[in-house]
């Protein structure tokens, strides 16, 4: 199991960084890798997220140095979308099969998790987020049918979606964490817009969906000191809770958001005008 670890920084540093130095801090380039955990352990609300990506192995979500604990989930819950190929996951000695698009939250305290794929030519791709928790809440399989649906956005602003609500309190119970899948409308490219930040929880995007040929344009920052992230698939950027989380495609796209603070209210933002971005 693969453990990067990524600090946080003050808003005034970014203001000063160039491409490279943006992406060094804040975007992750690879999220998964052939038949390894690979994860990020980010400081901005010590939210970890990554990808498990089981072929020829079963993968078992281990513990390291930088948790302090027996095993992985002793202070932690986790939520999971399979953006691959079908799989399995074994929490505990129950076994739920994911499909593409299915998700599935398991709780603190749940000691023993392993994930496979059902066929090495297709392998599931599991995307994990994690974050910490001190109350058990019962494992639940989600899939995109169940996730609560929130439809908005119009084609005439470029931003009419889908926001597919997994780990949410109109779904099941978490301690912290909440979790989606975002996906646009053909015709649309804007994902947040207008834009907002929330200075109570911080977010990760995963951006999925993105033919090679195209990408999308993540932008972040201060409302009035922007900053822009070119993002290709599957690739993932960390938005510290003072800074804005949008973005424009080249064509539509779909993207996996995480979040993890103080709340869980989904609509607790401090909006930002367009008339107001710099």
């Known amino acids: 199991m693969n453990m990067e670890i990524r600090y946080s920084n003050h808003p005034d540093d970014s203001k000063h960084y160039d491409t490279e130095t943006l992406r060094k801090y804040y975007l992750v380039e690879k999220i998964f890798i052939e038949d390894e955990i690979n994860l990020v352990y980010s400081h901005n609300d010590r939210i970890i997220f990554g990808g498990v990506t089981p072929i020829k192995e079963t993968l078992k979500l281990g513990v390291c140095k930088e948790l302090g604990t027996d095993y992985f989930l002793e202070r932690r819950e986790l939520g999971i979308i399979n953006v691959g190929g079908a799989g399995n996951i074994i929490a505990d000695g129950v076994e739920y099969d994911l499909e593409y698009r299915d998700g599935l939250y398991i709780g603190q305290g749940t000691t023993n998790v392993e994930f496979m794929s059902v066929d090495s030519k297709n392998p599931a791709k599991f995307y994990v987020n994690s974050a910490p928790a001190l109350k058990s809440y019962p494992t639940v399989k989600i899939d995109l049918e169940k996730a609560n649906k929130v439809q908005c956005g119009d084609s005439l602003t470029l931003n009419k979606r889908v926001i597919n609500q997994y780990v949410h309190p109109e779904v099941c119970e978490s301690c912290q964490l909440v979790m989606?899948?975002?996906?646009?409308?053909?015709?649309?490219?804007?994902?947040?817009?207008?834009?907002?930040?929330?200075?109570?929880?911080?977010e990760v995007y995963l951006y999925l969906d993105i033919p090679e040929d195209q990408c999308v344009m993540h932008f972040m920052g201060e409302g009035q000191e922007t900053r822009h992230i070119v993002m290709k698939k599957e690739q993932a950027v960390i938005s510290p809770s003072w800074s804005i989380h949008s973005g424009v495609g080249t064509q539509n796209y779909s993207f996996i958001w995480g979040m993890c603070g103080e709340n869980k209210t989904f609509d607790d933002m401090d909006n930002i005008e367009i008339k107001d971005l710099r």
């Open 180 to 202: 989606g899948l975002t996906i646009l409308e053909p015709g649309s490219a804007w994902n947040t817009m207008p834009c907002h930040t929330h200075e109570r929880r911080m």
